[in-house]
Each structure stands twice: as structure tokens, then as C-alpha cells.
């Protein structure tokens, strides 16, 4: 009994004290973590000494203290959490959607950045809200949401459950030189009649231009324009509920244009494996070559022992050309571990900055990112591709190894799109995810709506496409190699 008193009487109140007194000092001391290391050492020992200089009875008083603050404590992080939608999820459509406001109005970080007035947005799509769950109508509910958080322009905040289905998907076009040329096909696309390197005109009658535009959503979704039509050109090609048949019209190298028409009757003849995390090469100039895919993991996999195989492989190279295109992201662990494998010094790229300190980031008023260096590591010379799809975490990854000096950059722009996003959930399974965290790279400029520009930047022409030719990696290679 008396170990449970003296947990009660010291120990409780001491950390409770160290907390407070440690975020108190976390600015001015430049992080969370030391000032929270230096509060709790003061609050145990000054707790200790003003119990020792107290009377009894101010004793007794002073040790309810802290059962008192551990209440308080509590029922202010449950508020919290449940004005997140971490805890009890409502099941009625209107209190859910009215959650779902106030937890983006508190803890959204972009608003500002983005020149979007909130409650303007709210109040007349409030009003329809109410109408659609009047009348029961649970699909337009969803798409209502949908399109209200598609406002924002955000990668990483929209409907994500119900998500528009794919039933097939057939390839995916790459915008270049203005147009909607098909960069990868499936074995059945080619089967009938597509060819890569056609120019894609229109999709069931539309111009591709306002076809990617009218996509759903979810398929549409990115914080930058150069992102929204990069992930809506991959869907361009695909079946979905509303889109059970594809018409293309496509200009072929001939200059001819011809249709094609592709539905769930198409037979399948796609034999294609999962493409892995990781794959590597020796190019023909010695130079070593590793593709990062995807920064989070399928069953089986280990994606960093397999990066670290490659790398092994490629010890001897006297210079690495990292691919990141195309990688939505992932785990930014497995980022800031990639980018150890190259830096000899820990390297902070950036920091997350939250509006409201809550329990899910451990109160913190930012996070801050820092890449610790692994024992085996690369040293040679480093050149990372990027382009318009290399989104978040490996957004992160380009910022560690780019804002470090380690790396060159070649290719386009970035995505720009980074929000430390959670989950928020919706009645009958459905979910929202939204950005609590607004990213800064280390020369304090946002990433969200900006992305990372290449050093040297490469912009692919229609002929690169029909020759097979890849004019960023040919580009890294003569930039390690010193050619002009």
C-alpha cells in the first residue's frame, strides 16, 4: 500500500508536472523531446522538494492533485480524440457529417495556403446535406462529401471509403507535349489495337482534356494540377461502375486516328506479375540503377532488405541513379531509412507543423524529420528521378537526399503534396482522410501545392515515347558521368 501511495503522491504528479513544465520549454529549446527530458527531471525533483517543505495536511490536500489532474487529463484527450473521429463514431449521417466539418475547421492545416474560406464552403453545402439525408439517399451523401472535400485540392484528403471501383484497368496515358500519350498498356490493351505512343483524342466521346476532368473524385485527386492529371490519366483507361464501356479514339504514328472499344466482354490476356518494390540494374555504363516503386510493403516482402541487396550489388558502381518516378509513397520510415543508406551525417529535411496539439501526435506542437545515417552506406555519386507522381513520402526521401547536397535531382516537378493525414470514420464503413500536418522542408518552404523542382529539368517530347527512349535516365547518366 504504501508503493501504491508513494505512486499516487510522486510519482503521478511528477510526470504530470514534468509534461506541462517540458512542452512549456519545447520551443525555445528547439524540440518536444528535450524539453520534455529537462520538464520531468524539475518536476520530479521539485515536486520532491515542496512535498518535503509542506505540512501534513497540505500533503493530503497536494496528493488528490493528481488523480484530479489524471481525470482532467483524460476527459480532455477523449474531446480530442473524439473531435477527430478516433473514438465513438457516430452513426447518424447528419451528426457524422457535422463531425467532420468541425475536425477539419480545427485541425486542417492548409487552409490559409490554399485561400479556402471554410465555413463560406459549409454553410450552402450544409443545407444540401440535410436534404440528401432526408430523403435517405446514402450514394449522394458520399458524393457530396466528396465533392466538398475535393474543393481543398489536397492529395491526401478525400473520400476514401466507398472508393470508386475499378473493375478493369487497361493502361495509363503520360501528359507530353501538351497531349495524352499511352506510356503503358496491358497485354490485352495491345491485344486489341492500342499501340504505345498513341495519342489518346477522346474517351466515350469526350475530349480527354475535360474527360479527365470529369472523373470521379478519388480518381482525380492531388494537391497540384500537374498531380491531379498525372493520377487522373492512369484511370483514363479503366472500367468503373458508371464507365462500364471505353470508346477511344487514339492517333496512332501513321497520323491516322482509329476507335477502339474495350468493356468487360474484352478478353483478358494479361499474364503481367505484381511489379516489386525494388528492382535494380548494372547499366551498360557501369553506372548502377535502383527502382523504388512504392514505399510500403505487399505480403512477403521485406522492402529494405531488398533495397539493401541492390545497394550491396552495386557497391563497386561509381554512381547510383535512384528512380523514384511514379512512387505514390508509402511508410516514410522506409524513406528515411533508403536515404540513410547515402548521407555520412544525420540530416533533418523538414518538419510537420500541427494546428492543435493532440494526443495522436503526442501533443506536439510539430514533428521534425531527421535521417540517421546507416553503417553500410553508399558514397559515391547520387542522382534521383523524379516526376509529377513522386508524391509524400518519397517527396520526403527526394528532400533529405536533395536539400542535403547528397543528390541531383532530374526530371519535373514533384506531386507537392505531404499532410500527415489520419482517418475519419463515416456511418455504414464509410471514411475520410484528411492532412493534419503541414510539411516544411528545411529551407522553410512548404512542400503541399510546390513540390521539389529537378536541378536539371527533362520534359519528354512524343518521339521519346514511340523510340523507346528514356531521356531521363539518359540525362542522370551523362550528369554522373561528367559528359556535356
Do not use: C
Amino acid at each position: 500500500m504504501r508503493a501504491i501511495g508513494a505512486l499516487f503522491t510522486l510519482v503521478f504528479p511528477a510526470l504530470i508536472l514534468g509534461v506541462l513544465i517540458g512542452f512549456s520549454l519545447a520551443a525555445p529549446l528547439g524540440g518536444d523531446m528535450l524539453g520534455g527530458v529537462l520538464g520531468l527531471t524539475g518536476g520530479i525533483a521539485g515536486y520532491a522538494l515542496l512535498w518535503r517543505a509542506l505540512p501534513r495536511w497540505a500533503r493530503r490536500v497536494l496528493a488528490v492533485l493528481p488523480i484530479l489532474a489524471l481525470i482532467g487529463g483524460g476527459i480532455f484527450a477523449y474531446t480530442q480524440l473524439y473531435d477527430l473521429g478516433m473514438v465513438a463514431p457516430s452513426d447518424d449521417y447528419m451528426d457524422a457529417y457535422h463531425r467532420l466539418y468541425r475536425a477539419l475547421y480545427n485541425h486542417y492545416p492548409y487552409f490559409e495556403q490554399k485561400g479556402v474560406d471554410w465555413v463560406a464552403n459549409y454553410r450552402p453545402h450544409a443545407a444540401t446535406m440535410f436534404e440528401i439525408v432526408q430523403r435517405g439517399d446514402e450514394a449522394a451523401y458520399f458524393r457530396a462529401i466528396a465533392d466538398l472535400l475535393a474543393s481543398l485540392n489536397d492529395g491526401h484528403t478525400a473520400l476514401s471509403d466507398p472508393y470508386t471501383q475499378v473493375e478493369r484497368w487497361f493502361g495509363r496515358a503520360t501528359h507530353i507535349e501538351g497531349q495524352a500519350v499511352l506510356t503503358t498498356l496491358t497485354e490485352t490493351a495491345e491485344a486489341n489495337g492500342l499501340r504505345v505512343g498513341d495519342v489518346l483524342l477522346s474517351v466515350n466521346g469526350v475530349l480527354t482534356e475535360q474527360a479527365w476532368r470529369a472523373l470521379p473524385p478519388d480518381l482525380r485527386v492531388g494537391s497540384t494540377e500537374w498531380n491531379q492529371r498525372g493520377n487522373a490519366y492512369q484511370f483514363l483507361l479503366a472500367l468503373t461502375p458508371s464507365t462500364p464501356t471505353l470508346t477511344l479514339e487514339v492517333r496512332g504514328a501513321d497520323g491516322g486516328t482509329r476507335q477502339i472499344t474495350l468493356d468487360m466482354a474484352t478478353p483478358d490476356q494479361d499474364s503481367a506479375a505484381p511489379q516489386p518494390a525494388i528492382s535494380s540494374q548494372r547499366l551498360p555504363s557501369g553506372i548502377g540503377y535502383i527502382r523504388v516503386a512504392r514505399l510500403w510493403e505487399r505480403e512477403h516482402e521485406d522492402l529494405i532488405a531488398d533495397f539493401d541487396a541492390a545497394l550491396a550489388a552495386l557497391s563497386d558502381a561509381p554512381a547510383i541513379i535512384l528512380d523514384l518516378r511514379r512512387n505514390g509513397g508509402g511508410n516514410s520510415r522506409f524513406a528515411d531509412q533508403i536515404a540513410g543508406r547515402f548521407l555520412a551525417e544525420p540530416f533533418s529535411y523538414g518538419r510537420d507543423v500541427f494546428r492543435q496539439r493532440t494526443p495522436n501526435h503526442f501533443w506536439r506542437a510539430e514533428s521534425v524529420y531527421t535521417v540517421t545515417p546507416h553503417a553500410k552506406r553508399y558514397n559515391g555519386k547520387l542522382a534521383v528521378l523524379i516526376d509529377e507522381r513522386s508524391v509524400s513520402s518519397a517527396e520526403w526521401l527526394i528532400a533529405a537526399l536533395a536539400d542535403s547536397g547528397r543528390a541531383q535531382t532530374v526530371g519535373r516537378t514533384t506531386a507537392g503534396s505531404s499532410g500527415n493525414p489520419i482517418s475519419f470514420p463515416l456511418p455504414n464503413g464509410g471514411a475520410v482522410r484528411f492532412s493534419t500536418g503541414a510539411f516544411y522542408r528545411t529551407n522553410g518552404q512548404l512542400l503541399e501545392g510546390i513540390g521539389i523542382a529537378p536541378d536539371l529539368p527533362i520534359a519528354w517530347t512524343l518521339e521519346d515515347v514511340r523510340n523507346g527512349r528514356d531521356p531521363d535516365l539518359a540525362a542522370a547518366e551523362r550528369l554522373l558521368s561528367g559528359a556535356p
